[in-house]
């Protein structure tokens, strides 16, 4: 999906900061506090990785995170919270198309810290990065249906809901029905202002 030749990112994607949190690139010393949230079934049962079984799932994760962004690929985000440095979760680019100037992006938090309006303030800052930084159009998240906590997050973000896909994915072994959100930069509250 990622084409290289219309390359929109130089690698390592840059440090965003919002009231609360550092995103900020992976790095391979993020991997005890990503273990200690990534073991956790709860966190995976919605994403497309599957609990991380020992550190080393968790170094191998992000050796993976981190060569993407050699590639020329802006990836995930380590999220971290400014009042005691820790990496608590992930948010980031699934894939970008270059051509259609839209991507996708994907996200997971420990669960010491659901429901504090912490993914939301995630999505946003990253929604923002997408059109003011790297001229996206369009930015889209899917979440599997249910998960209804994830599309709140969107909805919260600015999304809007355009529909079901029917198991158009498969997770865990079974397919998944996800919803569909996306928001364009024409939505924006500042489009079109200088
Ligand atoms: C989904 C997830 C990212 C949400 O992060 P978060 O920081 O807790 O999100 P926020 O606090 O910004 O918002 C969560 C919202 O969901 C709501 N919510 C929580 N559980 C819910 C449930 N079972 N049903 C409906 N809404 C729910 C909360 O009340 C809150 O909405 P509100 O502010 O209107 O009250 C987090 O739970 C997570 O990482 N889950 C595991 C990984 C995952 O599912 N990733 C997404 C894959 S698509």
């Known amino acids: 999906m990622f084409d290289m030749s ?26 005890q506090d990503l273990f200690a949230y990534a073991q956790d079934p709860e966190v ?3 994403v497309l990785w599957k ?13 993976a995170g981190i060569r993407q962004y050699r590639r020329g690929f802006p ?8 009042e005691n440095g820790r990496m608590i979760g992930t948010i980031g680019y ?7 100037r839209s991507c996708e992006i994907g996200y997971s938090l420990s669960r010491d810290h659901w429901n504090r309006g912490l993914m939301t303030e ?10 003011d930084t790297l001229s996206l159009n369009r930015v889209e998240c899917q979440h599997e249906v249910d998960n209804p906590a994830s599309g709140r997050v969107m909805q919260k973000a600015g999304m809007r809901f355009e529909g079901i896909m029917r198991q158009r994915i498969r997770n865990k072994n079974k397919y998944s029905d996800v919803a569909v959100y996306a ?6 509250p500042t ?3 200088e």
């Not at 990112?9 to 690139?25: F, K, V």
């Not at 985000?77 to 400014?82: E, F, G, K, M």
């Not at 995630?122 to 059109?131: D, G, M, T, Y």
């Not at 928001?183 to 924006?188: F, I, T």
Request: aromatic share 6%; with cysteine; net charge positive.
């Open 6 to 31: 219309l390359l929109l990112c130089p690698g390592r994607p840059e440090t965003l900061r919002t009231e609360r949190l550092t995103l900020r690139p992976l790095k391979m010393s993020d991997a």
């Open 44 to 46: 995976s049962r919605h």
């Open 51 to 63: 609990a991380h079984r020992s550190i080393a799932d968790s170094r191998r994760f992000l050796r």
């Open 75 to 82: 990836g995930s985000y380590a999220i971290v919270l400014n």
């Open 94 to 100: 699934m894939w970008i198309n270059s051509e259609f």
């Open 122 to 131: 995630a999505l946003q800052a990253v929604i923002r990065h997408s059109f």
């Open 183 to 188: 928001v364009l930069q024409s939505d924006m």
């Open 191 to 193: 489009a079109g202002k």
